[in-house]
Each structure stands twice: as structure tokens, then as C-alpha cells.
């Protein structure tokens, strides 16, 4: 693997060798040394061009233990409110000896774009409305675990699979990296995934998709072993897309009367930040089988198995 | 054509006596960890904690040490699997054996020791072997070894275990020979 750009550059065996892999990286956290010599003398740039809390803070995380040099670079404050192109901004970061970039940036398509241009490896960490890589390889990792739970017990068990498995992702997926990812990881990995949106926010295309498409929640609520809600961005509101956020939440937010109606094994996950009592109650936010600070603590996991799989091993090395 | 130089019986002899001297050396099991290095010292480990606890009476703490970040040749390979690392507990104070299954350069034991130090702080750390081929890249010498096995450079020394291989042995396999 040179980059993480897109789900769909990823084979059965990478994302069950990263998802295996992640298991490992998650002991680490309860260490008393919570550091890998892995990728000492790496150097490893956070590019974010739009905020972020979790994502950023995570892949800074996950690269500092495994000891590579971690640099943070936002759009605010660099040379890009001076004008710089991006491609300039990354050939001059690119000439000073990174040997990763993971960069966020608000266009569609531009993590591909820079690494067409740069000599280091590119991680997607979320461009525009198209992707998420891994945030979508952070939830099959927490689902999984999920599921070895409810079969065995404890997640310590072998993983299981996602065949027979069905997971609603709920809310606004026009506008969402995160669904898009995620479908694509499924269609690898075998779970049944099934969109649940207003009709005004579904993507155009979102019929090829392969994935069962409703607007009727609890239809879809008894059957399902994972429900994912997805963010409503606040900025969305004024753009039309439902009337108001109250008629929202009625018929497309998991409220404390829908949180009943769920399965006994069935979990929630939720990829942040939470807009509590829009698309998530507090009660769902905070029950026991939501799993949503399990996904904050599988994004460093996962990020970390990422960063060993792309810059462990110098390019072209032979067995 | 794979030459086998110790068979199942008496690779079974070897691990009892190893099993006796790790006891012997250390006066008992009391503050013993034996920490098997993936992948065939695992199972070794597990033999060896099998046997102690029959000798002694007293189940023996048992863990996994993988070494894979810790090599100095990472960057030279392909990207290797990790395999995995569980500790019975705190190893600070304890007496660790390591276990592993052909002592050949020494580097694996010398990123074990990278590894047992972001972990805790044994009192002491001992080398058990199944076998040790020579030719150390390091200052290292193993406390307990099975055989000592002479092979040419391009030869390979393996340790099979039944667990995985369908047999216990020590066997030699020649230059340019698939294992």
C-alpha cells in the first residue's frame, strides 16, 4: 500500500490485515509506555484545511506512539490565507522531508490530487463529500469488536464476520464522507448495509449503490444489529433540505421511544460530533450499548495500523 | 531434502531439562514469567509452563512478547505481520525467561530487550532456547539451550512444534530448499 486515498483502492486481505493489526495497536494504549519504536525518524504532516478535533487529534496520537515526528499544519496561519495554491503548499512541505501526509480538505477528489503530485504517502482524512477511509475502517474495527462481544462474550475472541450483519446508517448522506466509506468497506467485508434518509438528502446516484434505501426509520430499527447516525450539520438547516429540526428529529432521530424498539444486541455508533437531541437523544448518546467512545478509541488504534502498514517498510524493500 | 537432527522423543527429553533447569537456576517458580517470542516460542513457552507446573504444583505466569516494532531490519523488508504481545500482569520484579525457538545473530533477543523495557522492569531476564545455531551479531548468550546445531550459512535451522507443524523436531534444511 503507497496511500490511503478511497475504500475502494483497499482488498479483503488489506482490511483484514489493518483491522487485525489495530487489535495489537489498542493494547498499547493501556501501557505504562504508550510508545512503539516502529517509525522513528518518520516524519508525519497533518494537513487539515477544515477543522477537526478527533481525526486530527488521533492521527497525531497514533503517530507520536508509534514514534514518528508529528507536525500539525492548519489552513489558518499558513501560507494558504496567503494565496498559496495547494499544490504549492504541498510540493514546499513535501521538499522539506515529510514522508506522510494526512491531509483534510473540503473539495471532493483533493487527497488523490496531492498525491499525484508528492513524493510521500497520502492519507485521506476526509475530502469534501466523497471519503473518510478511516473513519469508515475505524467503525468495521468497533462493529467488529461488537459483534465478537455479543457472540463470545469478549471481544478478545476471533473476529467475526460481517455476513448476515445489517447496519442502517441514518441521516444526512448527501452531504457525508463517512456513508460513502463505509458502504464501500462493506461491500468488502460482506455487511448488509441499509441507507435511511429524507429523500431531499439522498446523493444522486445513491441507486447504484448496491445498499436497500428508505425514508421509514422504524421500519428498519427491529432489524438492524448497528444503527450509525450521522451528524446533521447545522448549516445544512437553512438550505430547505427538512422543514424544521424538530420534524427532523420526529422521523429521523434516534429518540429515547426508538432506543427501545432496537434489538437486545444491537448497537449504536455515531462518527462525531454528536448534535444531541437533534439526531441522537442523550439517552441514546449515553446508553450501554452505544459505542461511540469506542470509535474514539479505535480511531487511534486504527490510525496507527495505518501509518505501519504505509511507512514501516521502505519503498521497493525486498523479502 | 530436511535433515532432522532432534526427533519428537527427544525433543520432549530437551524440554524437560530445560524445564528443570529454569527451576533449578531460579530456586522455584515463585516470581517466574515465561514470555514465549511469536511465532514457535509461544508454543514452546506453553510446553515449558505445562511442565513446571507439573514439577512444581503451581500454575506458572505465561505471556507473548512480539518483537516485530522493535527490529533494527523493519525498514529493510516488506511490511511484516505483528503478532502479539499479552503479559500476565506486571513484569516489574519478576524473573522473565524468554522464550525462543532458534538463537542464531542475536538480533530478535536484543529487540526483545528494547520491548521488555517499555514494559516493566524485571529483576532479572534469561535466554531459553530450543536450539542455537551460532554466529552471534550480538553479545548474547542463552542461559538454557536445547541443541547446540552446527549448520552452514545457507542452511536453515528450524523448530517444529507439533501445534503447528504436526511434529515436534529440529530439523536442518539445505541451500536453495523449500522448508
Known amino acids: 500500500m503507497r496511500h490511503l486515498l478511497s475504500c475502494a483502492d483497499l482488498d479483503e486481505s488489506e482490511v483484514l490485515s489493518l483491522l487485525d493489526l489495530a487489535v495489537e495497536m489498542q493494547q498499547v494504549q493501556s501501557r505504562p509506555v504508550k510508545k512503539l519504536p516502529a517509525l522513528r525518524g518518520r516524519t508525519i504532516v497533518n494537513i487539515f484545511f477544515e477543522d477537526s478535533t478527533r481525526t486530527r487529534t488521533s492521527f497525531e496520537i497514533a503517530g507520536k506512539w508509534l514514534s514518528a515526528d508529528t507536525i500539525n499544519v492548519s489552513a489558518k496561519g499558513s501560507s494558504v490565507s496567503k494565496g498559496e495554491s495547494l499544490r504549492d503548499t504541498m510540493l514546499t512541505l513535501d521538499a522539506m522531508g515529510a514522508d506522510a501526509f494526512v491531509i483534510r480538505h473540503s473539495s471532493s477528489g483533493a487527497a488523490s490530487q496531492v498525491a499525484g503530485w508528492v513524493r510521500a504517502h497520502v492519507i485521506n482524512a476526509g475530502d469534501g463529500q466523497h471519503e473518510h477511509p478511516t473513519q469508515a475502517l475505524l467503525d468495521a474495527y468497533t462493529m467488529r469488536q461488537h459483534f465478537a462481544r455479543v457472540a463470545n462474550g469478549t471481544s478478545k475472541g476471533p473476529g467475526t464476520g460481517f455476513a448476515g450483519k445489517r447496519i442502517a446508517i441514518v441521516g444526512d448522506l448527501l452531504h457525508s464522507r463517512v456513508v460513502r466509506s463505509n458502504v464501500l468497506l462493506q461491500r468488502i467485508l460482506g455487511g448488509d448495509v441499509v441507507l435511511v434518509a429524507p429523500p431531499t438528502l439522498l446523493p444522486t446516484g445513491v441507486e447504484d449503490w448496491g445498499c436497500e434505501v428508505t425514508d421509514d426509520l422504524d421500519a428498519v430499527l427491529p432489524s438492524a444489529d448497528i444503527v450509525m447516525m450521522l451528524r446533521v450539520q447545522r448549516e445544512r438547516m437553512a438550505g430547505g433540505f427538512f422543514p424544521t429540526e424538530r420534524e427532523y428529529t420526529e422521523s429521523f432521530g434516534l429518540t429515547p421511544g426508538r432506543l427501545a424498539g432496537l434489538k437486545p444486541t444491537a448497537a449504536i455508533c455515531h462518527p462525531g460530533p454528536m448534535n444531541r437531541g437533534v439526531e441522537i437523544s442523550p439517552a441514546a448518546a449515553d446508553a450501554a450499548n452505544s459505542l461511540v467512545l469506542d470509535q474514539v478509541s479505535a480511531g487511534v488504534a486504527v490510525r496507527m495500523s495505518v501509518l505501519y502498514h504505509l511507512l514501516a517498510a521502505e519503498e521497493g524493500a525486498q523479502g | ?179
Open chain 2, 1 to 179: 531434502m530436511a535433515r532432522t537432527v532432534v526427533d519428537d522423543r527427544e525433543f520432549s527429553r530437551i524440554l524437560n531439562r530445560i524445564a528443570h533447569e529454569i527451576l533449578e537456576t531460579n530456586g522455584g517458580a515463585a516470581d517466574l514469567v515465561l514470555l514465549g517470542i511469536p511465532t514457535r516460542g509461544v508454543q514452546l513457552a506453553g510446553r515449558l509452563a505445562g511442565l513446571i507446573e507439573q514439577i512444581e504444583g503451581a500454575p506458572v505466569r505465561l505471556g507473548t512478547l512480539d518483537i516485530t516494532m522493535y527490529r533494527d531490519d523493519l525498514r529493510a523488508n516488506p511490511v511484516r505481520p505483528v503478532g502479539r504481545t499479552s503479559l500476565p500482569g506486571s513484569i516489574d520484579d519478576a524473573v522473565v525467561v524468554l522464550v525462543d525457538d532458534v538463537l542464531y545473530s542475536g538480533r530478535t533477543i536484543g529487540a526483545a530487550f528494547d520491548a521488555l523495557r517499555d514494559l516493566g522492569r524485571p529483576r532479572a531476564v534469561r535466554l531459553a532456547v530450543m536450539a542455537d545455531r551460532g554466529s552471534r551479531e550480538l553479545p548474547i548468550a542463552a542461559d538454557q539451550v536445547g541443541r547446540v546445531v552446527q549448520a552452514a550459512d545457507g542452511e536453515r535451522v528450524r523448530v517444529e512444534v507439533s501445534e503447528l507443524d504436526g511434529r515436534d523436531a529440529i530439523t536442518i534444511t539445505g541451500t536453495g530448499e523449500d522448508a
